[in-house]
């Protein structure tokens, strides 16, 4: 089992780990954001990714998701963690809570880059539980371990919506308010293209978002600035490396989820109109629904 962790804002590296190496891998999709750094972390075999670069220089807007999954599932990565800073939409969520979503909502311009298909092949993947519930279930567990042995006042929120907007700028008031009518809990601008580009590729993935303001609907804590995200974002990174420590470990390669399935029946184009060079696009992801 090979574990990815794909590195938000202020996650740009991880400490103690063994055997690294970087590689840069070309995909048919393009540049992933940076070069993987394929290492162990307390024995467990570890592919670690920069979401927005190692000097954060790539805007939300800009990052090739396909890429960046396409270069996992090349590595033979199993699963994928993601951590990322997200602005809280709920009066109970609070700066430096941790929330781990199970649904999105879609305010991007650009779905025709959350998927590996087109051009010749068409499939339609389920989208209904977006992340991986056995994830979920483990990562509330160990972050909560964590957040008492530290003797830290966060708290862990398992499930609820991410708001995913394509940035760069934050919301509007008129639009915070008008995603917190709607029940939503979290608010960010990334997580969405990995999770469905995941699904696609039959790797386990679940966000780990961790929370910096209240994006500008709460009048008395006031706007959200790039000040008060890094302030919150130096503490919440602390918390998310030591939570992600203790993950690695507890990850069962055995675990139980329709994540590692998701493709099955999903590819609409017979087999025999696929040409050569889609099925070498697609093959490194679906090889066993394409009988190439």
């Not at 399935?261 to 099925?279: H, V, Y």
């Amino acid at each position: 089992m090979k574990i990815g962790v794909i590195g938000g804002s202020g996650v740009y590296a991880l400490e103690n780990l063994e055997a690294v190496r970087y590689e840069a891998i070309d995909t048919p999709f393009g540049s992933p954001s940076d070069a993987y750094c394929c290492a162990t972390l307390g024995g467990v075999d570890l592919v670690f990714l920069p979401r927005h670069g190692r000097e954060h220089r790539i805007m939300p807007s800009e990052i090739n998701h396909r890429a960046n999954i396409y270069g996992f599932k090349a590595l033979g990565v199993d699963c994928v963690i993601s951590i990322s800073a997200v602005g809280s939409l709920k009066e109970h969520i609070h700066p430096r809570d941790i929330v781990l979503p199970d649904q999105y909502y879609d305010r991007t311009k650009t779905s025709g880059e959350h998927t590996f298909f087109g051009n010749g092949v068409v499939a339609h993947v389920s989208m209904a539980d977006p992340t991986c519930p056995s994830l979920r279930n483990l990562m509330a567990e160990v972050a909560r371990d964590v957040i008492e042995r530290e003797g830290l006042g966060h708290n862990v929120h398992a499930g609820g919506t991410y708001v995913n907007m394509e940035g760069p700028a934050f919301s509007t008031r008129a639009e915070s308010n008008v995603y917190r009518s709607h029940g939503f809990e979290v608010i960010g601008m990334t997580s969405l293209g990995e999770a469905k580009l995941c699904r696609e590729a039959e790797i386990c993935y679940q966000p780990m978002a961790m929370v910096t303001d209240y994006d500008c609907w709460h009048e008395e804590a006031g706007n959200v600035t790039v000040d008060m995200v890094i302030e919150h974002l130096v503490a919440n990174t602390k918390l998310a490396k030591a939570t992600l420590a203790a993950l690695v470990h507890a990850v069962d390669g055995a675990r139980e989820c329709s994540c590692r399935s998701a493709m099955q029946g999903a590819i609409l184009t017979p087999a025999a109109s696929i040409r050569a060079e889609d099925r070498d696009r697609l093959g490194v992801m679906l090889s066993r629904h394409m009988d190439v």
